[in-house]
């Protein structure tokens, strides 16, 4: 009889690198891996490292539980407008909602502003006569005869999908889902996507935009998705295969063929998810992650154990930051901030200006850096930390990989040296001063808006490029603290293992709260109580272990938007009144500092969000050597303000708890290097986690 399942792997395939880590508690295993990723189909680099990472320890496809994945494959279909065609079946009268949006401007001031583009032009976008109102009574009977003609002219225009969304579906579906059935009967394998499926909440441009989104990537996402279970069957793989939905939950494959557009941040929120598991085990509450890759950093604020959380995302944005040039979508999403400075971005001189830029453009996995000896011209960031001295030529990737210095140095020198009249020493620190300042403004604008210092928070480094970047982007922050895990490197493959099966669910049903029908709320959240059982027990939990957190949106009335606030039970009733508005009224003055006890309140949507205990992993085993030194030697390293240094290159697996050491110091791992300044001092703590200690102002060496 064969020993039970118990290893799982999680994988973060990456815009340059694809991630594993692989946990396997019968055998108190973990082990790491790192392969460059495969852009034209990612499932080649899985399904490889998965391979490599079975043979290094030993374990036979078989022994693999599961496999627990996330991917940026959405976020780029819809960036990269590289979906499929779809069709909009509407409300008669209402065709162009999606394109009207909101009437507003993402810049008042630019006489040629570029509005972000609808993923349905206006010939697919076909209406249907039929009319529910707000309280779902129905005004007029919905034509089916309608529903099949329009239905059969979008066939035959070609498209691949056809998403369905009708005024107010969101307190009524009815109409939607005849209109499927009538679609399903006359078009069988015509992937369908609902509207009060996918958003079930109000505000019909949202509604129907995220409706159209999911319907635009989801039969690329179902051939991904098929493929990969395909492969994963032929290695002998017979464990489940799982997806990270954007709002940190681990969920079922099917919800993620059903549902696609929730998994449109999946990777960034792996991170977010490692940085909460690591913060509680080193029992900080106030913390920073900063996740810097081959591609974007991300940047998430976490307090007391949680990310924060939002519950709409813009996508595809014409202009990368600005707000309101994108497609608003109605999905759960950790709250961070994504920037285009990675690895692989790639620094220029910009004509006119005479001014160096770098990033967003980015080298990715092909051709990536010049380094990587793979094609590469132009010079990035992870060029530059190779001519600073941060990373070691020879031992890229534990030694795999070796980079060409020579080459680097050589364009750096044609293409900024010489046009910026500077040495090249110069122009690869400004490449890491510009970087650098890039990520401080943004994590400074993103704390800001929240009301939070970011003098009081910690930072939590990972990713392949993050703790080379971590002290100096600290430094800017003016924090004092660093915290770089075992294994950075590939951290958020972690959080993927980490990470509790969890979904979050939503219904509208407006009202003032002294007037609202406390009994239709109740059976509300049983009907999201019930889904979440479902979805969550298809991602491997047990369902008695579900723990439920209910929430709604709510606002003065006559205010245009509302704001989250925590409800104290599932089934509340006019008993809880009092309670629900000072918990409103909490909340109100938490985000706006003040609130207005006279005033009606109203409630808009009613939220649930359903998690089960996620996983620990003891990762104070993975990867170390006991017994060896852990200095092997020194490096030259030119750091901004003490220019060049000897710096102490320190073996990370030989480094045991209550090890302490002070910078100048290059700390390398298989999957990442810590760059630690002078000054610096640092502690090993108990889960072999880097505790770094900067320097202030007054005491940093002269």
Known sequence: MSAPATARIGVDVGGTFTDFVLHDPARNLVATGKRLTTPDDPSEAITAGIARLLEETGLPPGALHSVVHGTTLVTNTIIERTGCKVGLLTTEGFRDSI????????????????????????????????????????????????????????????????????????????????????????????????????????????????????????PRMLRYLDRLEARLAE??????????????????VQEAKDYPIRLIESGPAAGAMAASWLAKQAGLDHVVSYDMGGTTAKMCLIENGAPDRKFEFEAGRVRRFQKGSGLPLKVSVVDMIEIGAGGGSIARVEEG??????????????????????????????????????????????????????????????????????????????????????????????????????????LIAFGGAGPVHACDLARLLKMKRVVVPLGAGVASALGFLVAPPATDLVRSLVGRIERIDWAKVASLYAEM?????????????DPATIAFRPAADMRYVGQGFEIPVPLPTMTPTAADLDAIRES???????????????????????????????????????????????????????????????????????????????????????????????????????????????????????
């Open 99 to 218: 394109e009207i949006g909101k009437e507003t401007r993402y810049d008042l001031y630019d006489l040629f502003l570029e509005p972000a583009p609808t993923l349905v032009p206006r010939a697919l976008r076909l209406e249907v006569p039929g009319r529910l109102d707000v309280q779902g009574a129905e005004l007029k009977t919905l034509d089916e005869a309608a529903v099949r003609r329009q239905a059969d002219a979008l066939v035959a225009e070609g498209v691949d999908a056809i998403a369905i969304g009708f005024m107010h579906s969101w307190r009524d579906a009815r109409h939607e889902r005849r209109a499927a059935e009538i679609v399903r009967a006359a078009h069988p394998g015509l992937a369908l996507t609902l509207s009060s499926s996918v958003a079930p909440e109000i505000r019909e441009f949202e509604r129907i935009s995220t409706a159209c989104a999911n319907a635009y990537v989801q």
């Open 584 to 702: 409103f009224l909490a909340s109100y003055r938490e985000r706006f500092g003040r609130a207005l006890d006279e005033l009606p309140i109203e409630a808009l949507t009613w939220r649930l969000a359903a998690a089960a205990p996620g996983r620990d992993i003891d990762m104070k085993g993975a990867n170390v050597i006991e017994g060896r030194t852990a200095q092997r030697g020194t490096r030259r390293a030119l750091f901004e303000h003490d220019g060049w240094q000897d710096c102490a290159v320190i073996d990370r697996y030989a480094l045991s708890p209550g090890t302490s050491f002070a910078g100048p110091a290059l700390v390398e791992e298989r999957e990442s290097t810590c760059a630690i300044p002078p000054g610096a001092n640092v502690t090993v703590d108990a889960f072999r986690n880097l505790v770094i200690d900067l320097p202030t102002p007054q005491e940093a060496t002269p």
């Open 353 to 458: 200006s005479g001014l160096m830029k770098v990033g967003p453009r980015s080298a990715g996995a092909k051709p990536g850096p010049i380094c990587y000896g793979r094609g590469g011209t132009e010079p990035t960031v992870t060029d530059s930390d190779l001519v600073l001295g941060r990373l070691d030529p020879s031992y890229f990737l534990g030694g795999e990989m070796a980079l060409d210095l020579d080459a680097v140095k050589r364009a750096v020198t044609d293409r900024l040296a010489t046009t910026l009249h500077v040495t090249p020493d110069d122009a690869a620190l400004g490449i890491r001063r510009i970087v650098d300042e890039t990520m401080a403004a943004a994590t400074r604008m993103h704390l800001a808006e929240k009301g939070r210092d970011p003098r009081r928070y910690t």
């Open 529 to 541: 109580a019930e889904e979440a059982r479902a979805l969550l027990t298809g991602a491997g939990a």
């Open 235 to 252: 290695m002998g793989v017979t464990g489940a295969l799982y997806v990270m939905l954007s709002g940190g939950g681990i969920a079922s």
